[in-house]
């Protein structure tokens, strides 16, 4: 199966269940699949999350990613 690469925004969608978070799901759940992330997209997750919560949720997002 092919690798995917995610963007930040695919990413946030999933963290705040907006639509397409589902597809996200999926590949996230599927072992079969590579999935990556560029730290950059990570930073911007990171700030979105902090933006809208405390630095403990903000984190504890990019580690349930992880």
Known sequence: MN??????C??????DDEEG???LENYLADEGCECYVH???FCEVYYH???K?????????IEEFL
């Open 3 to 8: 690798p995917y690469i995610f963007d930040a």
């Open 10 to 15: 695919a990413l946030i969608a999933l963290a």
């Open 39 to 41: 730290a950059l997209n």
């Open 21 to 23: 978070a589902d597809i």
């Open 53 to 61: 919560g405390t630095e403990t949720q903000a984190k504890e997002l």
């Open 49 to 51: 999350a902090r933006r």
